[in-house]
C-alpha cells in the first residue's frame, strides 16, 4: 500500500526559506502527475504546485516566484522549495498524486510549516 511521508516543516520567520520532502513507499513518483497541497485552520486544502511526469510545473498564483517544486527520480523523493516565506504560507502541508487526490480519500499526516517573527 502506498504511503507518504512529509516531512522538512518547522518554525521561521517571515523572509526565511524552508525546503520539504515527500517520500513514499508503493509507487513511483516519476510515473505520477504530483502535488503539493497546504491546509491552514478554517482554510480549503489549497494545491499550490505540481509536477507531471514530464516535469513540467505550475504554481498557484499565491506562491508562484517564491516555491520550487521539484523530483529526484533516483531517491524517489519530491521536494518543495520554499523561499521568501510569508506568514499566509502557515499551514499543514501535504503531498499527493493528482489524481488520487481528487478521487480517493487518502493523506499522509503532512508537516507542518509555521511562519512567524
Known amino acids: 500500500q502506498v504511503h507518504f511521508v512529509e516531512s522538512g516543516g518547522g518554525l521561521v520567520q517571515p523572509g526565511e526559506s524552508l525546503r520539504l520532502s515527500c517520500a513514499a513507499s508503493?509507487?513511483?513518483?516519476?510515473?505520477?502527475?504530483m502535488g503539493w497541497y497546504r491546509q491552514a485552520p478554517g482554510n480549503e486544502r489549497e494545491l499550490v504546485a505540481t509536477?507531471?511526469?514530464?516535469?513540467?510545473?505550475t504554481y498557484s498564483d499565491s506562491v508562484k516566484g517564491r516555491f520550487t517544486i521539484s523530483r529526484n527520480s533516483a531517491k524517489n523523493t519530491m521536494y518543495l522549495q520554499m523561499s521568501s516565506l510569508k506568514p499566509e504560507d502557515t499551514a499543514v502541508y501535504f503531498c499527493?498524486?493528482?489524481?488520487?487526490?481528487?478521487?480517493?480519500?487518502?493523506w499522509g499526516q503532512g508537516t507542518q510549516v509555521t511562519v512567524s517573527s
Open positions: 509536477i507531471s511526469r514530464a516535469g513540467r510545473t
Open positions: 508503493g509507487m513511483t513518483f516519476s510515473i505520477h502527475d
Open positions: 499527493n498524486t493528482l489524481l488520487w487526490a481528487s478521487t480517493t480519500d487518502y
